[in-house]
C-alpha cells in the first residue's frame, strides 16, 4: 500500500515544482489522506514552510483540515521570527570576527537560506555552523564570550544555559571535530536561545575509526572562500564544489554515525528530509564542476561519503546527478544502507531508506531489537 502522505510531502517540498509535480500534488492532496500523517512528515522533516508555500501556490490549502491549515500556518511564522532573529545575531557575529580579522565560514542552513533558498522563512535551522580554523579557537572562543555567549547546554523547560565542565570542553576540542556550542538566551523570544556550533573539521570525529577514515585538510576550505553579503553583513562561505561537499559529509556523518548522538532515540532524525532538499536544490540551482568535485574526491579519499549521500538524494528525489560522475566513484550502491555501531564495525540496515525516512517508529524497533540501543 502506497504511502500517499509520504508521498504527498516528496513532491511538495521542492522550491520549483514541474507540471507533473503540481498535479500529483493535487492527486495526492484528497479527504483520504491522513492528514496527521502529513503533518507530522511535514514537521518531522522540517520542511513546513517549503509544503506549506507550495499549496499556497496551487490555492489547494482549503484542503486541509483548518487544525492543520492553522498550525502550518503557526510552524511558518514561528521559523520566520526565529530566522529573522538568528540573522540579526549573525550580523553581531560576524562583525566581531571581522574585527578580530578572522575568517569563519558560514555552513548549512544559515547560509543556504539566503543564498540557495532566496528566503530566509524557507529553511528552517536551530543552530549556526562555521568552519573555523582549530588554531582560531581560543580567540573565537573570547570574542564570543564578549557577545554574552557561553558554552554549554540549553534546558528550554527552564530556560537555563548549563555551563560545561572543563574537562569535557577540552576533550571535545581535542579529539571530535568540533567546539562544545555557544548558547546565549534571547530575552526577546523566551524558551528560544541562539545557538553556534563551531567545526573544525568537515566529517564527525567520533572515535577513533572515524577520525581515521576520512580526512581533509580544512585549510583547503579556507584558502578557496569566498566573500558574500548575506542580509547587509559580509561573511566568508564556500566555493559551490567545496559547499556540495561539506553538505555531503554532514549528510553522511548524521547518517552514519547515529548512535552516538544522544538526542538519536529521541529524534530518530539520522536520515532527514530536509538535508535530501539542501542538496537536490543546491544541485539545481548551482553550477557545479563535477571533475573538480571527483578530483577532490579521489585525492581525499572521499568517494564513499560522496556517494552515499548523492545516491540517498536520488533515490528518494527527482535529483539530477551525472551517471558518469557516479560510476566513477567506483562505490557499491548497497552503501546507502550503511551504518556504524559503536565497536565501529559497519553494519547494514534491514529497513529500506524510504521506510527509515517516514516510519521512524520502525527503525527504532530495529536497533532496539539489534540490542544497540536499551
Avoid at 5 to 17: F, I, N, P, Y
Avoid at 309 to 335: C, G, Q, Y
Wanted: net charge neutral.
Amino acid at each position: 500500500m502506497k504511502d500517499i502522505e509520504a508521498l504527498l510531502v516528496l513532491k511538495a517540498c521542492s522550491l520549483k515544482l514541474s507540471e507533473d509535480e503540481s498535479n500529483e500534488i493535487k492527486r495526492y492532496l484528497t479527504d483520504e489522506m491522513n492528514a496527521g500523517k502529513f503533518l507530522y512528515y511535514c514537521v518531522h522533516h522540517r520542511v513546513v514552510p517549503l509544503v506549506w508555500r507550495n499549496l499556497e501556490k496551487l490555492k489547494i490549502t482549503s484542503r486541509l483540515e483548518s487544525t492543520v491549515r492553522r498550525t502550518m500556518r503557526s510552524v511558518c511564522a514561528d521559523v520566520a521570527h526565529r530566522n529573522q532573529s538568528f540573522y540579526k545575531e549573525i550580523q553581531k557575529v560576524n562583525h566581531a570576527f571581522s574585527q578580530i580579522g578572522i575568517k569563519a565560514l558560514l555552513l548549512k542552513g544559515a547560509a543556504l537560506a539566503p543564498l540557495l533558498y532566496q528566503d530566509i522563512t524557507l529553511r528552517e535551522f536551530g543552530d549556526v555552523d562555521y568552519l573555523i580554523r582549530l588554531e582560531d579557537a581560543t580567540i573565537i572562543k573570547e570574542a564570543l564570550l564578549r557577545l554574552g555567549y557561553v558554552q554549554g547546554s540549553y534546558n528550554p523547560d527552564t530556560q537555563q544555559v548549563i555551563p560545561v565542565k572543563r574537562k569535557e570542553e577540552i576533550y571535545r576540542q581535542m579529539h571530535t571535530h568540533e567546539l562544545v556550542e555557544f548558547i546565549k538566551p534571547n530575552p526577546d523570544n523566551p524558551g528560544f536561545a541562539f545557538m553556534i556550533d563551531l567545526n573544525h573539521a568537515i566529517f564527525w570525529r567520533t572515535d577513533k575509526l572515524s577520525r581515521e577514515r576520512f580526512q581533509i585538510d580544512s585549510e583547503i576550505f579556507m584558502n578557496n572562500a569566498k566573500s558574500v553579503d548575506i542580509l547587509g553583513s559580509k561573511v566568508y562561505t564556500m566555493s559551490p564544489e567545496h559547499m556540495l561537499l561539506q553538505l555531503c559529509a554532514h549528510f553522511y556523518s548524521e547518517a552514519v554515525y547515529f548512535l552516538w548522538d544522544k538526542d538519536w532515540k529521541r529524534n530518530k532524525s539520522e536520515v532527514c528530509l530536509y538535508r535530501f532538499c539542501d542538496i537536490r536544490e543546491f544541485i539545481n540551482a548551482l553550477p557545479v564542476d563535477w571533475k573538480l568535485l571527483l578530483d577532490l574526491c579521489r585525492l581525499h579519499q572521499l568517494e564513499e561519503p560522496v556517494y552515499f549521500s548523492l545516491a540517498s538524494v536520488r533515490n528518494i528525489l527527482d535529483t539530477d546527478v551525472p551517471e558518469a560522475f557516479m560510476n566513477a566513484l567506483h562505490v557499491d550502491p548497497r552503501v546507502i544502507n550503511y551504518f556504524y555501531g559503536l565497536d565501529g564495525h559497519r553494519l547494514e540496515w534491514e529497513l529500506s531508506l524510504f521506510d527509515r525516512l517516514f516510519h521512524p517508529w520502525m527503525k527504532y524497533e530495529e536497533i532496539q531489537r539489534r540490542g544497540m540501543i536499551c
